[in-house]
């Protein structure tokens, strides 16, 4: 067998993908092909990888990596002092004004392709909450060197401690104070390179320029300790999640696209941690209070994020009791942004609606005002769909008929995240908890599914079980749970043999 370089593609050229099926090359993708681009097969997607953005995601791995290399070196103080000047040159007004003016840009660019600025817009509270983030990193203790365990033997004794895993590489939506936390690696002893989505760019160039690197100057941290790959192609991404020399991969954005990336950071061999579908389950029990379900139901809906409530499901000997109250709950969300509620009613489930929520409205989307029908009969199997609302909160509804149907619809179609049980029957939240395949599990509101919130830690993300259970850390990804172990032995007795 030899193996030689592609330089070239043919259409109809069959590629092999997943072992046994094969993608044929399409006429869009042999014309793009040069000498030196790269390609990346995941699930049924050619990905073409040209050169340069390749060039552009190895040099910023490779300056991460130059810099771990380093880290050993650096001490524990410095890496304090890291986090307390980034914090500063972002509380600073004058340090910030470029990074505003970079963030405004970004926003008007968004706005005029019609996208999202939910997220983008780094506005006075997350500023504030970027500070106190690395504020919290500075005070964390970092765990490096950290003995686990200690065995002693006959002249000689092992132990395990912690230690930096390496070069953790982030990919991540248009989210300004991502970028801060995602720094939260280097607190135990990581380097991270980063890429941004493409609404963002300015905004991270100019974090880069005016916080970032001057901080990284001015506590004496190796140049490449953060690096950002500075390109607005997806490319540059898969570019980065193929690189072996990556200790973790993390994605952070759409379903597709980290799933996409996901697949691809696998196939290299380079460990990943996705955090791309959300969306709550809630459950109601035949026993649970009406007032508390319409709690959970409204505190979980103040905003679109990953652990907003995406799915109900209520027990149809109480369906004609507390499917309203889900309802009015949904429509109280609504009237707070200002706008009508959108409902997905299962098959099945449509008659426990009342028949003027199908009657059109205008539904507030990305692009504006939309008129819609305002609830939508959605198959069962599309029960784990993730609605991204803008202003118009937007859940599923299902009618079951009882918490064990729940359960299964919950782990055959949800992407295996957040669930909360409103019951008062203590032994059903334990059956139930030991019953549904979620990381995280409650008995009210869903939002409060955050490192921050829920552990007081800054967290890089939030990871589902929709891939499998995780091996050796929780749900919350933070900056003190990415390390590995080393073995170190001390032997005093040098006749010690085996």
């Known amino acids: 067998m030899s193996i030689e370089p592609l330089t070239e593609l043919t259409a109809g050229m069959a590629l092999l993908a997943g072992g046994d099926r094969i993608i044929r090359v399409t ?7 040069q000498p030196g681009d790269r390609l990346a097969v995941a699930g049924d997607s050619v990905l073409h990888i040209p050169a340069a953005e390749a060039a552009t995601a190895s040099a910023a791995v490779g300056a991460a990596a130059d810099a771990f290399a380093r880290m050993g070196a650096v001490t524990d103080r410095q890496i304090s002092a890291f986090f307390e000047a980034f914090a500063a040159r972002l509380d600073d007004h004058t340090t910030f004004a470029p990074i505003a003016a970079a963030n405004a840009a970004d926003i008007e660019a968004a706005k005029a392709r019609g996208r999202s600025t939910t997220r983008l817009e780094l506005t006075s509270s997350m500023r504030s909450d970027m500070a106190a983030g690395l504020r919290s990193w500075a005070a964390a203790p970092s765990g490096r060197g950290e ?3 200690r065995v002693e033997h006959d002249g000689w ?4 401690r912690r230690a930096g895993l390496g ?3 982030f990919v991540f939506e248009g989210r300004p104070n991502v970028f801060a936390d995602a720094c939260g690696v280097i607190r135990s002893g990581n380097t991270v390179v980063f890429r941004i989505g493409s609404d963002a760019l300015r905004t991270a160039r100019a974090i880069v320029e005016h916080a970032l690197e001057p901080a990284l100057a001015e506590a004496g941290l190796p140049s490449g300790s953060a690096s950002l790959v500075d390109s607005a192609a997806h490319a540059a991404g898969w570019a980065m999640f193929s690189d072996a020399r990556l200790g973790l991969a993390v994605a952070r954005g759409s379903g597709l696209a980290v799933t996409q990336l996901g697949t691809v950071a696998r196939q290299a061999g380079v460990p990943v941690s996705l955090h791309g579908t959300g969306g709550a389950w809630i459950v109601a029990a035949s026993d649970a209070p009406a007032d508390d379900l319409g709690a959970a139901v409204l505190h979980s809906l103040d905003r679109k994020v ?9 027990p149809t000997s109480r369906a004609d009791e507390l499917v309203p109250v889900v309802l009015a709950a949904l429509t109280a969300a609504a009237e707070r942004r200002g706008t009508n509620p959108k409902l997905h009613v299962a098959a099945g489930s449509e008659p426990f609606v009342p028949a003027e929520w199908f009657e059109v409205v205008d539904i507030s989307r990305a692009g504006g005002a939309a008129a819609e029908p305002g609830c939508e009969v959605l198959p069962i199997d599309q029960l784990g769909t993730e609605w991204e609302w803008e202003e118009s909160p937007e859940i599923s509804l299902v009618v079951v008929s009882d918490v064990d149907e729940a359960i299964d619809l919950f782990n055959a179609h949800s992407p295996h995240f957040v669930v ?5 029957d203590v032994a059903e939240q334990d059956r139930f908890y030991e019953a549904v395949d979620a990381p995280f599990v409650g008995n009210g509101f869903t939002r409060w599914v955050d ?5 007081g830690k800054p967290e890089l993300g939030l990871s589902n079980w929709q891939f499998g259970r995780l091996f050796g850390r929780g749900g919350v990804l933070s900056g003190d749970s990415v390390f590995t172990v080393r073995t170190r032995v001390t032997q005093t007795d040098p006749g010690v043999h085996r």
């Open 27 to 33: 006429p869009e993708l042999a014309g793009a092909f």
């Open 147 to 149: 003995v686990i365990e």
């Open 157 to 160: 004794s092992a132990e395990l």
């Open 167 to 169: 070069v953790v590489g």
């Open 306 to 314: 990953c652990n907003t409530v995406n799915v109900c499901c209520v």
């Open 420 to 424: 909360s049980l409103i019951t008062t």
């Open 451 to 455: 490192g921050q919130y829920a552990l």
